[in-house]
């Protein structure tokens, strides 16, 4: 009977020691691929990460995002995002979005195309002063098979 108390307490001791060990994940391990994360530069190239472990970035496709302003002399600043990819995607999206120096939105504009390898969104600063004004552009690209990418660009005028 002694042996028995003994070793239930043992055994009761040891699982409270060892489902109390649990860890938490920490910031480093979190998966954030698919998290929009706002980049200060006017591109970005990503290759595809494959949901296959066997197709691991074999062929993995390239994305890439871009938003680029333009001046012209005698018309408004206006302002292109780009979505591209070296394949055929089942969705690529692109939104381009004109902010003042305040962050105040200005105009916005998004197009999407369901398998295509390329697509591309144009807005118009109106502004008479555009001086620390800039343009945000947001791309996803989905394909079957692989998850999906999100980008976000920016450029300033």
């Known amino acids: 009977m002694k042996v028995k108390k003994t070793l239930i307490t043992t055994a009761l001791g040891l699982s409270i020691l060892s489902f109390g060990a649990t860890t938490n994940a920490n910031a480093d391990e979190i998966n954030t691929e698919d998290k929009q994360v706002i980049?200060?530069?006017?591109?970005?190239?990503?290759?595809?990460?494959?949901?296959?472990?066997?197709?691991?970035?074999?062929?993995?496709?390239?994305?890439?995002?871009?938003?680029?302003?333009?001046?012209?002399?005698?018309?408004?600043?206006?302002?292109i995002a780009k979505s591209s990819s070296t394949t055929k995607e089942d969705y690529i999206y692109a939104k381009a979005r004109a902010f003042?120096?305040?962050?105040?939105?200005?105009?916005?504009?998004?197009?999407?195309?369901?398998?295509?390898?390329?697509?591309?969104a144009t807005v118009t600063n109106s502004s008479i002063y555009y001086g620390g004004d800039y343009a945000i552009g947001?791309?996803?690209?989905?394909?079957?098979?692989?998850?999906?990418?999100?980008?976000?660009?920016?450029a300033y005028w």
């Open 39 to 79: 980049v200060d530069s006017d591109s970005i190239q990503d290759s595809k990460k494959s949901e296959n472990g066997f197709l691991k970035n074999l062929r993995a496709p390239n994305n890439t995002s871009t938003v680029t302003t333009y001046k012209p002399l005698f018309d408004n600043p206006y302002a």
């Open 100 to 120: 003042k120096s305040n962050g105040s939105l200005i105009s916005s504009k998004a197009n999407s195309e369901n398998k295509s390898s390329f697509v591309s």
């Open 138 to 154: 947001n791309h996803t690209y989905k394909l079957s098979g692989y998850n999906d990418v999100n980008h976000e660009t920016k």
